[in-house]
């Protein structure tokens, strides 16, 4: 029963000093491990311990004598604060922006920067260094341009160069935006509201300068056409009463008589009717006809 005791506290031991030598790393993480501080010792030829350790699996790190740095072997995202950075003709931008990193070199990565937080105080100040210095020289037409994806293929480009030496590889770089300050944005917008109300007052006058000749080409036409319409009514009337006169003469002239009787019938319709009370002579000539008895009648 002793036996068993004892082999059960051997194991629990050798489990307890395992779990301290013993790190398993998962496909999401790699790590840097030197052996007294030093990541290849060499002994009688052999190197002593593996430094960069980037498979999946079980490694040995005894305390005391290992020290083992484990990092995230995935692709990072780095979100950088809006920055305000001025272009080739010395517009004032707040620029906004993102990058895309991982760990290339677990050991360049330790001998460098030693921490992520670190990494990502290093990545901002290079990426950073190389947009303010690529937006001097390109206006804010080539940012709202097809020269954009240039631009920041040139940024990623030349970042990506500063940063492998500390063993991080920059994957991506892209402008997120690119827009005025806002202490700026008010300035700009009454601007662009005066320059609005300047063009709208513009049209708005030529508008009316429009309108003014438009009504004074309508009247100009219509008094035309009026003076031409009475010309023509004139002229008209004057054909009429000629032809008329030339009726009435043509007809008087056949029966003098007649015409004289018809007119006089005319002319006591148009003056007398049922309403009408008139003490006249009968010797008036006007009532010639309304008195007389019958053809040849004298009144």
């Excluded at 063009?199 to 006058?205: G, N, S, Y």
């Amino acid at each position: 029963m002793s036996r068993r005791i004892v082999t059960l506290l051997l194991l629990a031991t050798l489990a307890v000093v395992g779990s301290f030598c013993v790190v398993v790393l998962d496909e999401r993480q790699q790590a840097f491990r030197t052996l007294l501080n030093d990541p290849e010792p060499v002994l009688f030829g052999f190197s002593l311990n593996t430094a960069v350790l980037v498979e999946p699996g079980w490694y040995l790190r005894i305390p005391g004598l290992h020290q083992l740095y484990v990092y995230d072997r995935r692709l990072l995202r780095y979100e950088a604060s809006p920055r305000n950075l001025y272009t080739s003709e010395k517009l004032l931008l707040e620029v906004d922006y993102y990058a895309m990193w991982r760990i290339a070199d677990p050991r360049l990565f330790f001998e460098s920067v030693r921490t992520q937080r670190e990494a990502l105080g290093r990545l901002d100040t290079i990426t950073y260094s190389e947009l303010r210095t690529t937006l001097a020289q390109h206006t804010l037409a080539d940012l709202l341009s097809a020269k954009r994806r240039a631009i920041t293929q040139a940024i990623t480009a030349n970042s990506a160069a500063k940063l492998s030496p500390l063993g991080i590889e920059l994957v991506d770089l892209k402008l997120r935006r690119t827009d005025y300050p806002q202490v700026n944005l008010d300035r700009i917008f009454q601007r662009m509201r005066s320059e609005r109300e300047r063009f709208a007052k513009k049209f708005r006058a030529e508008g009316e300068e429009q309108a003014r000749t438009i009504r004074a080409n309508a009247d100009h036409k219509s008094q035309v056409v009026r003076a031409e319409a009475s010309s023509e009514a004139a002229v008209l009337r004057g054909e009429g009463d000629a032809e008329a006169a030339d009726i009435y003469a043509q007809a008087y002239g056949k029966d003098p008589e007649f015409y004289a009787f018809i007119r006089s019938l005319e002319a006591y319709e148009k003056a007398l009717d049922e309403g009408t009370t008139l003490i006249l002579s009968p010797k008036l000539p006007f009532l010639r006809y309304l008195f007389s008895v019958g053809p040849g009648s004298t009144p």
